[in-house]
């Protein structure tokens, strides 16, 4: 039951990054040349019509690193146990997705090919403790709603 727990959570995981990355690419109506919701089908005749626009690849990995990050914040809720390691295995799927888009498309500044090393990785992790924070606030008051009930002051 597990292994479909967290199977589901990856995978929810990538698509909530998926429609964070869709959405910001959508945000400057000047880059859209496709007519379908999310552009990876057409990724290369997109990256072919932004060539030297740098503010597309900023706002690609600025919304790719969030992203990843409310994409691990999803994947951690989901997954019962290691929450922070699942959450991170976003990252390092949508930096392995990254890389093969470099890789097969040669459109990208040297500043993007860089960066995407220093915002998919860390910012999955944030996201995962983010999670973990929030579940270790949620039992500590648990426990002290607990002793507060147990030891009612008159």
Request: charged share 15%; aromatic share 16%; no cysteine.
């Amino acid at each position: 039951m597990n292994f479909l727990r967290n199977t589901l959570g990856v995978l929810a995981g990538l698509t909530v990054a998926a429609l964070i990355i869709t959405l910001g690419v959508k945000i400057d109506s000047s880059w859209i040349t496709y007519k379908q919701f999310a552009p990876f089908s057409h990724w290369e005749l997109l990256l072919q019509s932004v060539q030297g626009k740098d503010s597309f690849y900023i706002a690609l990995l600025f919304f790719g690193g969030l992203g990843v990050t409310i994409g691990g914040v999803v994947t951690a809720m989901i997954v019962k146990y290691a929450k922070v390691a699942y959450a991170i295995l976003i990252g390092f799927i949508m930096l392995f997705i990254a890389m093969l888009d470099i890789i097969l498309y040669p459109y990208h500044p040297v500043f993007y090919k860089i960066s995407i090393f220093l915002i998919f990785f860390p910012f999955s992790w944030i996201g995962g403790k983010i999670t973990e924070v929030i579940y270790k606030r949620r039992e500590k008051r648990k426990k002290q709603l607990l002793v507060k009930n147990k030891n009612p002051q008159a």
